[in-house]
């Protein structure tokens, strides 16, 4: 029975990797913002290891990043889905497009708030 249940989770675990490997390079192929927030992280984190931070600080950097990409991503769902649903403009699909798209920049400015900050106090040490 626990050999079963393994099986069973190995097999789940291997689909959502799946899963999240066709999402991820679909977004890559189509979405040139994913691609610039990837190089943007990139940058982000090389400094965040240069930078004589705490761990603490370091985390928060590379999470916020993280999350940056994660919600470019949540937006590049909602555009395609509100693309298949509503091909022609309409005010509620321009809603959806748009609050993606503001939660993408929020994301964006918090991280950028971070760095401000964390930049600062490097400055005053």
């Given at each position: 029975m626990m050999l079963a249940w393994l099986a069973a989770e190995g097999l789940?675990?291997?689909r959502?990797?799946?899963?999240?490997?066709?999402?991820?390079?679909?977004?890559?192929t189509s979405e040139k913002s994913l691609r610039q927030w990837s190089l943007a992280n990139i940058a982000s984190a090389a400094l965040a290891f240069w930078l004589p931070l705490t761990p603490a600080e370091?985390?928060?950097i590379l999470s916020l990043g993280i999350l940056l990409l994660a919600v470019e991503l949540m937006n590049t769902a909602v555009e395609t889905v509100v693309n298949m649903v509503s091909p022609d403009r309409h005010?509620?699909?321009?809603?959806?497009?748009d609050c993606g798209s503001a939660a993408v920049a929020l994301t964006a400015l918090a991280a950028g708030?971070?760095?401000?900050?964390?930049?600062?106090g490097q400055w005053g040490r």
């Amino acid at each position: 029975m626990m050999l079963a249940w393994l099986a069973a989770e190995g097999l789940r675990i291997g689909r959502t990797c799946l899963w999240t490997w066709r999402g991820w390079t679909a977004a890559w192929t189509s979405e040139k913002s994913l691609r610039q927030w990837s190089l943007a992280n990139i940058a982000s984190a090389a400094l965040a290891f240069w930078l004589p931070l705490t761990p603490a600080e370091r985390a928060l950097i590379l999470s916020l990043g993280i999350l940056l990409l994660a919600v470019e991503l949540m937006n590049t769902a909602v555009e395609t889905v509100v693309n298949m649903v509503s091909p022609d403009r309409h005010p509620l699909a321009a809603k959806a497009k748009d609050c993606g798209s503001a939660a993408v920049a929020l994301t964006a400015l918090a991280a950028g708030v971070a760095w401000v900050v964390l930049l600062w106090g490097q400055w005053g040490r």
